[in-house]
């Protein structure tokens, strides 16, 4: 039987926002193309967020922060476990993606799937371990017990690499969110059907609603809109255009953002450490 749009033609897909455990459609009405990789084959349609589609996943990440911070560290990794266990259940769809979209053979896309499970199962591990590590008891002289410990910095924007690299992705994203931060991620052009697999993990994972936000649109629309929010408390760029950056760290200063570049792109301790706030506690002690 001849596909709905001609023979042997399937019908591009739909792909939209995911912003507080839900796909909306952008309030533009707008979208853009993804093509079949080198050639005019539309694969999907992605819906091109606006500043409004940013400001409304800002504010939803935003109220979503008290609950998903005070939740136990355990509990949070018990739902970065299940995102890798959900990717594994999508493999098929995340490499056909990487096929069509990227040109990936099957080799590279099934590598670029282990990647990001075995970044949602380190920082599962570290989600319950890492305060133990980089907090510290401070030696002081009187009569008091000082400790210094880690807390969530509040609401990350991300701004992705224009070179899609799915495990660097999913890396920052995990680390952003296991320390109990939420995050808005404006996904590049290229790669951002991966919105589509990648939103269906986080919805089946547990995952609260507003936790995790993914916008897909232009960077040279949206980066601005996401630099200058007054209620992101830290934005990671992973672009590599000198001019957003330049204006992303003139814009942090309005609200004392923390700015994160070239942060290390396979998972470890340090990508945590970017994305938390140390505070120190003066308690008395003795008679």
């Known amino acids: ?58 504010s939803i990440a935003k109220s979503a ?9 355990y509990n949070r990794s018990q739902i970065l476990y299940r995102m890798a266990e959900m990717t594994e259940g999508k ?21 670029a799937v282990d990647q990001a499970i075995d970044a949602f199962v380190y920082y599962a591990g570290f989600a319950d371990k890492y305060q133990q590590v980089i907090g510290s008891v401070n030696p002081v002289t009187g009569p ?3 400790f210094t410990t880690p807390e969530a910095v509040g ?5 992705c690499s224009d070179e899609f690299d799915f495990g660097q992705l999913v890396t920052r994203i995990a680390a952003i969110t296991c320390s109990g ?23 089946t994972s547990d995952l609260p609603g507003g936790v995790i936000n993914l916008l897909s ?41 923390r700015v994160v570049l070239n942060s290390p792109k396979e998972p470890g301790l340090q990508n945590i450490l970017n994305f938390v706030e ?5 308690h008395p002690v003795g008679d």
């Open 144 to 146: 008091h017990h000082n």
């Open 217 to 257: 649109g232009f960077m040279d629309e949206l980066y601005l809109h996401m630099a200058s929010h007054m209620e992101v408390d830290s934005i990671c760029c992973d672009c590599n255009d000198t001019k957003i950056i330049a204006t992303v760290k003139e814009e942090a200063v309005h609200n004392l953002k």
């Open 91 to 111: 493999r098929a769809e995340f490499v056909e993606t990487f096929v069509q979209t990227l040109g990936y053979s099957q080799e590279q896309s099934n590598g």
């Open 181 to 203: 931060n939420t995050a808005v991620v404006l996904l590049s052009e290229n790669g951002a059907a991966v919105l589509a697999p990648l939103a269906e993990v986080f919805a």
């Open 1 to 58: 039987m001849a596909g709905l749009n001609g023979m042997n033609t399937t019908v591009a897909k739909t792909i939209k926002l995911y912003i507080g455990g839900a796909f909306p459609r952008t309030e533009s009405g707008r979208s853009f193309p993804v093509y079949a990789h080198d050639s005019k084959k539309v694969y999907a349609h992605l819906c091109r967020a606006s500043r409004k589609d940013v400001r409304n996943a800002v």
């Open 155 to 159: 609401v990350v924007a991300l701004l």
């Open 65 to 73: 922060l008290a609950g998903w911070s005070s939740r136990s560290a």
């Open 278 to 282: 140390f505070k120190t506690v003066w």
